[in-house]
């Protein structure tokens, strides 16, 4: 977008307050999850949402973006900050400084995806914790507490839910992530959704447990991408009076022709992390899924894409003396011993690197129909009065509805958070 553009300047004078107070004057385009969340309902669309396990996939992202005139969201997982050299802390000084290198105009925002909650200590240190992310740039916040029985996860997304500023996105989950043949259920997502929005909270989607899997489909074990579109659709419908519509996680690896009839299913927001991991590392890829492909029960390394040779050598050697295997999805844990030394690597490495993160980003913004969106996004934030992105929404049923006796009670065991 035009950053001299009246669209621009009424966009900039609409960031929440957190944006405004940390980066000022300064034109970054840096907007509430719920006016990303706005436009795509509107457009019947989906917003491409990226995990930056590196940097250079920020820039990618943002890169993609602009070329392609449509938002994104950049999001990082409560457990890849624990193993990522890019963190809650230094997310949104990367994000600037990549915004500023490509002359802003960039619509986007940050993303705290998959915030844990497994115990009442995460509850408890959750409020403070992500106060802070809030207060550092972060625009949007994922809930989940979708391992617990479905009272409990009521009762801790409720508890987190009312404690996040209204104008910052929101999502919430129900139903682990965890691949073929565990659906969540239309009972679960109608109690879950029905009883945050009796206590006032109103999020803008909904993560389910469809099918999909989190990293990649091992093909050589059997492992195949499963993700039910038709139950997802049964839940969207269900859902779809209280303005909720669905996240689909676990793109990873599902074929682009699939990818696009997403948004017939109720389908909003697409998580898309390990992908843009095989790219950084420049493992070889499925051309048409994105999946990293193994040979004799290892990955491939593509000279002439991703980082050097010799670093990914140091990575190998490394993963070797951690007792991993050569296909582990534990690769993800040398992102943040190695975040440093990508960044390092000459410019022809890092440049090819964000090219091709942002090539993929590309075919995915397109395969949602996100391309030349980011317009909407600025005309959500346009007809608010002013900076709050709070939205409208009715409370459909008193809380008595949704106590612990009316539960599905759907028992679940801890699962994987990351993407």
């Known amino acids: 977008m035009d950053i001299n553009g009246k669209s621009y300047k009424r ?53 993609a973006a602009k070329q392609l005139d449509a938002p994104v969201l950049i999001e990082l997982a409560k457990s890849e900050a624990s193993y990522c050299g890019a963190t809650y802390e230094n997310i949104p000084g990367y ?36 106060s802070g992310i809030i207060a550092g740039g972060f625009t949007s916040v994922a809930i989940d507490a979708s391992h617990l029985d479905d009272y409990a996860n009521l009762s801790a997304t409720r508890d987190m839910g009312t404690w996040i500023p209204s104008p910052i996105g929101l999502e919430v989950e129900v139903g682990e992530i965890k691949g073929a043949g565990e659906l969540s259920t239309v009972e679960e997502a109608l109690y879950f959704i029905g009883g945050l929005n009796a206590w006032g909270v109103f999020p803008d989607y909904l993560a389910i447990s469809n099918g999909s899997l989190h990293g990649t489909y091992d093909v050589s074990a059997g492992i195949a991408e499963g993700i039910d579109l038709d139950r997802t659709k049964e839940i969207a419908d269900a859902i779809a009076p209280y303005g909720v519509s669905i996240a689909q996680h676990g793109i990873s690896g599902t074929p682009f022709d699939k990818v696009s009839k997403f948004n017939k299913y109720g389908i909003n927001k697409g998580n898309v992390a390990t992908l843009f ?143």
């Open 11 to 63: 966009l900039l004078a609409g960031r929440p307050l957190n944006v405004q107070a940390r980066f000022g004057d300064s034109p970054l385009g840096l907007v509430s999850g719920r006016d990303i969340a706005a436009a795509a309902k509107k457009t019947g669309t989906i917003v491409l949402a990226g995990n930056a396990r590196n940097a250079l996939v920020i820039k990618g992202l943002l890169k």
């Open 95 to 130: 994000a600037a400084k990549y915004s500023d290198e490509l002359g802003h105009g960039v619509i986007f925002g940050l993303h705290v995806d998959h915030y844990a909650i497994k115990s009442r200590a995460d509850l408890l240190n959750g409020a403070g914790h992500l």
């Open 277 to 419: 991991q095989n790219v950084v590392f420049g493992i070889k890829m499925d051309p048409d899924t994105g999946n990293a492909v193994t040979e004799g029960g290892a990955y491939i390394k593509e000279s002439g894409r991703g980082i050097s040779d010799a670093l990914w050598n140091e990575m190998v050697a490394s993963a070797d003396s951690l007792a991993m295997s050569r296909k582990s999805g534990d690769y993800k844990k040398l992102n943040l011993p190695f975040h440093e030394k990508i960044l390092a690597e000459p410019d022809n490495i890092t440049g090819r690197i964000v090219d091709e993160t942002a090539e993929w980003a590309k075919r995915f913004i397109r395969a949602f129909g996100g391309e030349g969106t980011a317009e909407i996004v600025a005309e959500a934030a346009s007809l608010r009065c002013d900076h709050n992105s709070s939205p409208e929404r009715t409370i459909r049923s008193p809380r008595s509805k949704y106590g612990p006796d009316n539960a599905p009670n759907k028992a679940k065991n801890a699962g994987n958070f990351d993407d």
